[in-house]
């Protein structure tokens, strides 16, 4: 499976940008993909996820409401929608992908895309 984010650049606070991740070779009908992002000196954290056949969404905390993350599966893509980010939004975003959810956490994510940056200004 490869995975390539697109979408990153420098954004207002309050703005509504919308990140890519186009994959292609072998997909999993239990697959999950996810965004994860890693701001300069934190580690990096989950963002949300999708499971690819039934779009079943979930997010880590400090983005519900404001981010979100679908799927067309005709075109083997997924998006991040973020709306009104924050300058703490600031990092680079990962798109990942993993058979299935074993662990519940990003060790589940075999597959990982390069990282697109996004920088929030106010």
């Known amino acids: 499976v490869q995975l390539q984010a697109f979408g990153g650049g420098l954004v207002q606070a309050g703005g509504s940008p919308r990140l890519s991740c186009a994959a292609s070779?072998?997909?999993?009908?239990?697959?999950?993909m996810g965004w994860f992002r890693q701001a300069p000196g934190k580690e990096r954290e989950f963002v949300a996820r999708?499971?690819?056949?039934?779009?079943?969404?979930h997010y880590t905390d400090s983005v519900k409401g404001r981010f979100t993350i679908s799927r067309d599966s005709a075109k083997n893509m997924v998006y991040l929608q973020m709306n009104s980010p924050k300058t703490e939004d600031t990092a680079v975003y990962y798109c990942a992908a993993a058979r299935s959810l074993r662990n519940g956490d990003s060790t589940d994510y075999v597959w990982w895309g390069r990282g697109t940056q996004v920088t929030v200004s106010s």
């Open positions: 999708i499971t690819w056949n039934l779009g079943t969404t």
């Open positions: 070779g072998r997909t999993f009908t239990n697959a999950v």
